[in-house]
């Protein structure tokens, strides 16, 4: 088997690491929680979150991931055996492959949609719609929910949003998804510089309505209500960000550390990650989507913009607005050309778990890895692009895109600080690093970091667990969708973890 792939450079890797966090949740996600969450007041808990959660499993997952990578395992389920020979470890370790495929088979959907309407505002069909139940039509046709539609056209650009994944993966760490990042991320940044000043410097667009404007819509956003402090949920959305935000818990930041070389910098690189992810977030998130709507449509407006969710906020409200102001088209284009490269650059992160345990663990070459991740996971992609309207696309998110992720984040930091240890976790950390992590994080790694995860867990079970699993709240013609899709997670689970026990015996006998 040839050599592990390395990053080519430290720029590119902190640049991949950057583009697997910057993400749809970035532009459209934060910018709602903030908003429903106590605004100004919000990011008390979120950078507390992502001092105590978010920093300590930054740094956590950066060095087990190079620690594994030195054995030539690139995922958890072998890289969690090499931190604690115990025979059951590396099955829980499944989850951080599992989670992952289960994101990217709708996240890659949805990704395509901003494709879609990057060549719809083009053509100019996109800003051709004035009025917000118009544009809503047109998404649900586009998605094909309105009765009389079809996916045709939404599955085109699935097609080729797919292909240009497989064809980055299949082109290696360094000339696929260094490449891509190295170029994507400073144009992603760059369209969202742009973008935002465009929007800061809008001012009064409706005179009609002169208290409609930027410096309000700043205020509407980040004014704080000190008086949610008091709500646990306020603080739970914060974790939840963190996580979203941060891309931890998933197992993508693992797989990348791997191809780093033992005495690579991986207190510096995580910080730097973080803070470029940190950056994208709270400064440019937090200056096109809100203010731009409240300057449009008003506070009542944008309340209920907010309230609609990410994918309102993003295909409806934003186009109706870039209607509204002089070169509407160029700035749409920008709009959804930045979402899009920010959701391709996690994609292809979400895919690298995979694609590295088959590679390592079966001893193929890259490009039969690749192939056979894209073939499988094309078929998975299916159920949530022809049953989107049946709930499947929201209980995928859930299991995978949330409780995983704390699951497996909790089972990593355990690992890692506990049962590794905490002196010889602050050595792997330290090696190579040019920074010193202030002391006071040991007692956080250990101590409030798991405690704050096992928080989060606990007051799930406690208040939604028995509701989430008897499927409350679930309309009954979608009951059969949500059964149907919950085995078929449990059996996707089921095979990842059979194929991980034939690869540890076939390692054992080699």
Excluded at 422 to 432: L, N, P, S, V
Aim: aromatic residues 16%; contains cysteine; positive net charge.
């Amino acid at each position: 088997m040839a050599e592990r792939e390395k990053w080519g450079t430290k720029l590119g890797v902190i640049m991949a690491v950057a583009g697997s966090a910057v993400g749809l949740g970035n532009f459209l996600r934060f910018p709602v929680q903030a908003t429903q969450n106590g605004g100004g007041a919000f990011m008390i808990p979120y950078f507390i979150s992502f001092l105590l959660l978010g920093i300590p499993l930054m740094w956590i997952e950066w060095a087990i991931g190079r620690y594994g990578g030195l054995f030539g395992h690139g995922s958890a389920p072998f890289i969690f055996d090499r931190l604690w020979k115990n025979r059951a470890l590396k099955y829980l370790g499944v989850i951080g492959v599992f989670g992952p495929i289960v994101i990217f088979i709708y996240y890659t959907y949805i990704e395509s949609w901003l494709l879609g309407y990057a060549f719809f505002a083009v053509t100019g069909k996109l800003l051709a719609y004035t009025t917000p139940e118009s544009m809503k039509a047109f998404l649900l046709s586009y998605q094909g929910l309105n009765p009389g539609s079809n996916l045709w056209t939404a599955y085109i650009f699935f097609l080729i949003t797919f292909g240009i994944n497989f064809w980055i993966l299949y082109r290696g760490i360094k000339g696929g998804i260094e490449w891509l990042c190295r170029w994507a991320m400073p144009i992603l940044f760059g369209f969202a510089v742009l973008i935002a000043v465009r929007v800061l410097t809008l001012m009064v667009p409706d005179p009609a309505h002169p208290t409609w404007n930027i410096l309000n819509g700043l205020g509407f956003l980040w004014n704080p209500d000190f008086s949610v402090l008091g709500n646990s949920k306020v603080w739970l959305a914060a974790a939840g960000q963190i996580f979203f935000t941060l891309s931890v818990g998933i197992g993508a930041i693992l797989t990348y550390a791997s191809y780093l070389s033992h005495g690579d910098d991986v207190v510096l690189s995580g910080l730097t990650a973080g803070a470029t992810n940190e950056f994208a977030e709270v400064i440019l998130g937090g200056s096109i989507v809100i203010p731009a709507a409240f300057a449009f449509l008003g506070p009542m407006g944008a309340a209920q913009a907010a309230g609609s969710g990410a994918f309102n906020l993003g295909f409806v409200t934003m186009p109706l607005i870039f209607g509204r102001i002089p070169l509407g088209e160029v700035f749409a284009l920008l709009w959804f050309l930045l979402l899009f490269l920010a959701g391709l650059t996690s994609s292809v992160s979400l895919a690298e778990p995979a694609v590295a345990f088959v590679r390592d663990e079966f001893k193929l070459d890259r490009k039969k890895a690749v192939t056979i991740f894209t073939l499988v996971t094309f078929v998975l992609c299916q159920p949530a692009i022809l049953f989107l309207g049946r709930g499947v696309v929201d209980e995928l998110d859930f299991w995978g895109g949330t409780f995983c992720l704390v699951v497996f984040a909790l089972i990593e930091t355990i690992l890692f600080v506990w049962i590794f240890g905490m002196d010889k976790a602050w050595e792997e950390m330290h090696r190579g690093a040019e920074l010193t992590i202030p002391k006071f994080y040991r007692f956080v790694m250990k101590y409030i970091t798991p405690a704050f995860l096992i928080f989060i867990l606990g007051f799930w079970f406690i208040q939604q667990a028995l509701p989430t699993i008897l499927m409350k709240g679930v309309a009954s013609q979608n009951s059969p969708y949500i059964l149907g899709t919950r085995l078929g997670l449990i059996a996707l689970f089921l095979i990842i973890a059979i194929l991980v026990r034939i690869a540890y015996y076939r390692r054992k006998t080699a």
